[in-house]
């Protein structure tokens, strides 16, 4: 079974700080990789998307990739308040659908 | 560009009543789209796959009796929720899958659906 880990935290961090996410994944064939953001009540927005080992930048946001180890993670600079969600990761293991994470709540205090 | 509706955006229905929610890609042909049912504090389930103009492909579980899903065209599916009862009561997100800039394949979510079955 395709299986995507994440700690269901809630990780807290102060205002300012960087947050950082991880999530591990089973499949070693996967080739997509995307980070989701869910407010409570909402559906999910994307973040994300990452194809290729490294980092890649997106305004606060950075994925990193390292397919040999099967993780992938979300650094989230001077993060705000307003980052508060649960974060959900989803891997594309090569079929048309997505496996998704339980997701990690991320508490910013101020 | 990338954006996804659904309706309603909330519902409340009798049991035993049917409901039918709609999933439109704007700004885009979505061939694929899909079906997710969320219960609190849980994470994203997919129910279906919804490929036009062919039969949806339901995970394993999931009623296709029960959950009707048409996929007409390349920017509308819809998911009729038949002879609901309130154990049905959820929220139910849409997603598309967009291809265009050589993307792979990303899907976007609709802004869901919470349905009440009293």
């Known amino acids: 079974q395709k299986e995507v880990e994440q700690n269901s935290g809630p990780l807290s961090v102060p205002e300012g700080a960087i947050a950082s996410l991880n999530c591990t994944y089973s499949?070693?064939?996967?080739?997509?990789f995307f980070w989701y953001r869910q407010y409570s009540g909402k559906s999910p927005e994307l973040i994300m998307s990452?194809?290729?080992?490294g980092d890649k930048e997106d305004g606060r946001f950075t994925a990193q990739l390292n397919k040999a180890s099967q993780y992938v993670s979300l650094l989230i600079r001077d993060s705000q308040p307003s980052d508060s969600a649960t974060y959900l990761c989803a891997v594309n293991p090569g079929y048309s659908t997505l496996t998704f994470g339980k997701g990690t709540m991320l508490l910013v205090s101020p | 560009g990338a954006v996804v509706s659904q309706h309603p955006s909330r519902v409340i229905c009798k049991s035993g009543t049917s409901v039918k929610i709609e999933c439109r890609s704007l700004?885009?042909?979505?061939?694929?789209m899909f079906w997710y049912r969320q219960f609190p504090k849980q994470s994203l389930m997919l129910m279906a796959t919804s490929n036009e103009g062919s039969k949806a492909t339901y995970e394993q579980g999931v009623e296709k009796d029960k959950f009707l899903i048409n996929h007409a065209s390349l920017t509308l599916s819809t998911l009729t929720v038949t002879s609901a009862h309130p154990e049905d009561s959820s929220f139910y997100i849409c997603s598309a899958r967009d291809r265009r800039g050589g993307s792979t394949d990303t899907q976007y979510f609709g802004p869901g659906t919470r349905l009440t079955v009293l």
């Open positions: 499949d070693r064939g996967s080739q997509s």
């Open positions: 990452i194809y290729s080992n």
């Open positions: 700004d885009f042909q979505a061939t694929t």
